[in-house]
């Protein structure tokens, strides 16, 4: 007999049945695909625009790196004079200097900001041949003069600018404000930059301060001149350069020499954290459909075993053997894996166009011409597909296996599995209190590192423990469920209470589905409420100022006019500015810590109390003194009074008194080292001075409501700059952790689809299998109407066990890892009860939702043909 052949028949002849789990199996591929596809497509996007805009050989200053342009306002430049210098190496063709910057704001006539609402950066510099490998003059001319500037056509198109129209450039210099004269058009996908161009002198004194600097020399090699060679020739050139210098005393410039490829693979580096984190977050996502969708495909095959027994027992009896039944069981999950991962390859890149043109309607530019599926994307989506449909079906298929010759004689779905069995019971109690215990023990953790580590094992061991008890725990659940919400409906709720009884492991493998799910959505429901909570606690206690004013444009500092105004406003009884200032802390044994000194002035200590566990804070703001924290204090030994030997990044080293030892116990500056403002101007030069991250003002009494409105008018011009007050604050906090929040429940979604999938299909299934039992109850008086109601109940019932075993679960982890993050300040342990009702009550909802199609199909059946069903 053809295994094949008999699966074959098989797998078609049930073809209605296998449909949902092959739904399944689909999105679940889908999605791995998909953020394959979109990843790799940014990737490519990215690599293009990279190698697009880098030269040949690029000569930058060493110290050149972005976070540094963002604390000081302006980035590291080169004297023009090196242009000259470049352009007479050996391999050299011509080279240019160039200016750029990033630490920009563009705003039209009406202050609108001109920027990315997607944290793309906006670039500002003149306009160079280099420029033309990546970019066109579609619209009128290059800048030629202080008041002519040039916009991108994308950000052209996204604002409605055309030429003639107005652009104010703010940057730490002062404001360019200037006509726009031309308008370039990108070669390749922009992916969403604003990128503005000045001729070279206005770049120059407007984001650099002078002219005759340049942020970097752009070098183009001669025909047949290799990128690496002129690298060499470049860095000889530049070391002899350097050698000239300290022999005449003068002081030396750092460079940074790239070719091409590796400016592009810099630059790249810098996105790869972030698509680094869309892509294994998105992927994990995919990884936890999978799991829910194993439940599917185990009941799906589960219970078509069960429905043939009688066949099964028959293909024994006339000479199958067990290898060759469990090989048929096996084909058929095969040919589900193939036929569900092929769709499911298709709809992912489907999925990614969908992404891509989602991305682009929020402002990130992605083009399907940049579209990249490589061959390894399907091989992985096919592979995980089958490998994962045929492990989910080995269980099923050993159990078709057993099926005696015998068998044939008994009525076919015969439960020989309604019992769980005595072993499945114990391995799941203790899994299940093994990860109970390695909760208890993340929660009592002193160290939050470690905790995580224990917390992560022991949301494993429940999980799977709770997954593997499932079934005894679904007798006691559904008689209580039901002995709340089903026993006022009668006859038909007890028969729905019943059913759900009838097979303990089917109802624990469904709800268990629907478990996975619901279970992170609690855990991360409690954790980002307890975050909120213990922040607005802790803002309450320890924040004396009114008002703190911030850039808001990703973490930039603030400009000087801005900070300059602010200063200016009448009716504040002080304002406090403060800077992040990048040093290495050395203590007298040696301990040494690289960290960023917050320097403010002394009324910083009202504005923000600190308990302090010995000396006084008000003190570390005096002259050539600091404070630290408790942990470095601690690991270090050291004690007030002590002297530490700071080196300032950018300035001299200075010895400091401590004056202050601060606690760590706490959610605001933890770990924080304070000194003076004053002390750090006069270590470090004012050109390498960070600007201030923020200010906080304090307003005079009784005058609260009138210093507001006169701080929102004296930061107008600037549409990034943020004024707060607490309530601001707080609910700026509430909704940042919202929004991702809800990204995250977002994504959560295909696993409750799925989940949805397994309800739907263990009812159809079970419909199916209750056929002759269906016509019976029919035939005795049981109407259409109450035999509908009978299974919409015991669907409701089925998601209501899933969802207290998933919320449960959910806040039990939710809780552990408040726990962890009070060892970090957020102390609060808040359980967002409106939140787990709701989801309780719409799982009640969901349940409804699966019963429609299978409560159809039963109340349509034909009643004699149902009694006739063998």
Not at 59 to 71: I, T
Not at 198 to 208: I, W, Y
Not at 525 to 531: A, E
Not at 543 to 550: P, R
Request: with cysteine; proline share 3%; aromatic share 4%.
């Amino acid at each position: 007999m053809s295994v094949m052949k008999t699966s074959m028949r098989n797998f078609f002849a049930h073809k209605g049945r296998m449909a949902l789990s092959a739904i399944a199996v689909m999105l679940s591929v889908a999605f791995v695909t998909g953020t394959l596809v979109f990843t790799d497509t940014m990737g490519t996007t990215f690599d293009k625009l990279f190698a697009a805009t880098s030269s040949d050989v690029t000569v930058s200053a060493a110290g050149d790196e972005p976070d540094e342009m963002s604390r000081t306002g302006r980035p590291d430049s080169l004297p023009a004079s090196l242009v000259k210098d470049v352009a007479a190496v050996e391999g050299a063709e011509s080279a240019e200097g160039a200016v750029s910057s990033m630490d920009v704001t563009v705003v039209d006539r009406d202050n609108e900001n001109m920027g990315s609402s997607t944290g793309a950066p906006t670039i500002a510099g003149n306009w160079t041949r280099n420029d033309l490998r990546s970019m066109e003059i579609t619209s009128g001319h290059a800048p030629r003069g202080p008041a002519q500037v040039m916009v991108d056509a994308d950000t052209a198109d996204k604002h409605g600018l055309k030429l003639g129209d107005e652009l104010r450039t703010i940057t730490v210099g002062g404001d360019i404000t200037a006509r726009i004269v031309g308008i370039a058009s990108f070669k390749v996908t922009n992916p969403g930059a604003a990128v503005v161009f000045f001729d070279t002198a206005t770049a120059q004194r407007g984001l650099l301060g002078a002219t005759g600097r340049y942020t970097q020399v752009n070098v183009t090699a001669e025909a047949g001149v290799s990128d690496a060679r002129l690298k060499r020739n470049v860095t000889s050139a530049l070391a002899a350069l350097k050698a000239e210098q300290g022999a005449k005393g003068a002081r030396e410039t750092a460079y940074k020499v790239r070719t091409q490829q590796e400016t592009a693979d810099a630059n790249r580096s810098d996105v790869d954290e972030f698509m680094n984190v869309i892509k294994y977050g998105m992927l994990g996502f995919a990884g936890i459909a999978f799991l829910v969708g194993v439940f599917l495909i185990i009941n799906t095959f589960s219970m078509l075993v069960a429905q043939r027994t009688r066949e099964i027992g028959l293909m024994r009896a006339v000479g199958s053997s067990r290898g060759q039944v469990n090989r048929s069981v096996l084909v058929e999950a095969t040919l589900l894996g193939v036929l569900g991962s092929l769709v499911g390859v298709g709809a992912g890149v489907g999925l990614a166009v969908g992404l891509m043109k989602l991305m682009s309607a929020v402002g990130m530019e992605l083009s399907t011409r940049d579209l990249t599926v490589r061959w390894t994307t399907p091989a992985i989506g096919m592979l995980l597909g089958i490998v994962v449909t045929v492990l989910a079906s080995y269980l099923p298929a050993r159990r078709a296996g057993k099926v005696s010759p015998m068998a044939a004689l008994r009525d076919a779905g015969t439960p020989a599995d309604g019992r769980a069995g005595l072993l499945r019971g114990l391995v799941g109690l203790v899994l299940t209190g093994a990860g109970a215990f390695a909760l208890y023990l993340a929660a009592t953790a002193d160290q939050a590192k470690q905790g995580s580590l224990v917390l992560g094992v022991g949301i494993v061991l429940s999980l799977i423990g709770f997954v593997v008890i499932g079934p005894l725990l679904a007798g006691g659940v559904v008689r209580v469920l039901s002995a709340v919400l089903l026993r006022a409906f009668g006859p038909v709720g007890r028969m729905a209470e019943r059913n759900a009884l009838r097979n303990p492991r089917r109802t624990g493998a469904t709800g268990a589905a629907l478990m996975i799910g619901l279970a992170l959505v609690a855990c991360l429901s409690v954790v980002g409420s307890s975050m909120v909570t213990s922040a607005t606690a802790e803002l309450d206690k320890s924040v004396g100022a009114d008002f703190i004013v911030t850039a808001g444009n990703g973490g930039k500092p603030l400009n000087p006019a801005t900070v300059e105004a602010i200063e200016g406003v009448d009716g504040l009884a002080h304002v406090t500015r403060m800077k992040e200032t990048p040093a290495k802390v050395t203590a007298p044994d040696g301990t040494s810590e690289s960290e960023s000194l917050l320097a403010a002035e002394p009324t910083y200590a009202e504005d923000l109390r600190r308990e302090t566990v010995s000396g006084d804070l008000a003190a570390a703001y005096g002259a050539d003194a600091m404070s630290v924290g408790s942990e470095f204090a601690g690991k270090a030994g050291l004690k007030v009074g002590d002297t530490l030997t700071v080196a300032f990044d950018g300035g001299r080293t200075a010895k400091l008194r401590l004056a202050a030892i601060t606690s760590d116990d706490t959610g605001l500056d933890q770990g924080a080292m304070y000194t003076n403002l004053t002390t750090v101007e006069r270590y470090v030069p004012a050109e390498r001075l960070p600007l201030d991250t923020a200010l906080l003002a304090k307003a005079d009494e009784g005058g609260k409501d009138e210093a507001y409105a006169a701080l929102k008018t004296a930061v107008a011009k600037d549409p990034t700059v943020q004024v707060m007050d607490q309530t601001d604050y707080k609910e700026a906090l509430q909704d940042q952790v919202g929004q991702l929040l809800n990204m995250v429940y977002g994504l959560l979604a295909l696993a409750i689809v799925v989940a949805i999938l397994g309800v739907v299909n263990t009812l159809a299934l079970s419909v199916v299998e209750r056929t002759r039992e269906i016509g019976l109850m029919r035939a005795i008086g049981l109407s259409r109407r109450q035999l509908r109601r009978m299974i919409r109940l015991e669907s409701v019932v089925i998601a209501l066990f899933g969802a207290l075993l998933g919320l449960g679960l959910g806040m039990g982890w939710g809780a552990t890892a408040q726990r962890l993050l009070a060892l970090e300040g957020l102390e609060v342990l808040d359980i967002p009860w409106p939140t787990i009702t709701g989801v309780f009550v719409g799982s009640a909802f969901v349940g409804l939702l699966a019963a429609l199609v299978p409560a159809f199909r039963a109340g349509r059946m034909n009643v004699l043909n149902a009694i006739a069903t063998d």
